[in-house]
Nanobody, 123 residues
Framework: VQLQASGGGLVQAGGSLRLSCEAS???????MGWLRQAPGKEREFVAA????????YYADSVKGRFTVSKDNAKESVYLQMNGLKPEDTAVYYC??????????????????WGQGTLVTVSS
């Protein structure tokens, strides 16, 4: 299954964007996650959602500003990003993992990475 992220762009600080991740087939993962990589930095966890059940998980840096959601029928995952800050600038990826709950926070536990979408937040 291939994942394709979209919805990135240039936005001013305080603005909003909604990212989408569409799968080419049926998602069989335990969790679907959003991760990001800023220039010169390591890839980091942003948010995740349990594919069957809907429990959500967030990095402290985005809690209260970002919301992850899904549509199982459309094999899609979304990331609503509000109150964007310049430090949110990064390439955002969606990916899947079949690991246990604690693994959602570790980028190395994800497989089936999609192509990223660039989010640029200007100050």
């Amino acid at each position: 299954v291939q994942l394709q992220a979209s919805g990135g762009g240039l936005v001013q600080a305080g603005g909003s964007l909604r990212l989408s991740c569409e799968a080419s087939g049926s998602i069989s993962a335990t969790f679907m996650g959003w991760l990001r990589q800023a220039p010169g930095k390591e890839r980091e966890f942003v948010a995740a959602i349990r594919w069957f059940g809907g429990a959500t998980y967030y990095a402290d840096s985005v809690k209260g500003r970002f919301t992850v959601s899904k549509d199982n029928a459309k094999e899609s995952v979304y990331l609503q990003m509000n109150g964007l800050k310049p430090e949110d600038t990064a390439v955002y990826y969606c990916a899947s993992t079949i690991g246990i709950t604690s693994s959602v926070y570790a980028p190395r536990m994800y497989h089936s990475w999609g192509q990223g979408t660039l989010v640029t937040v200007s100050s």
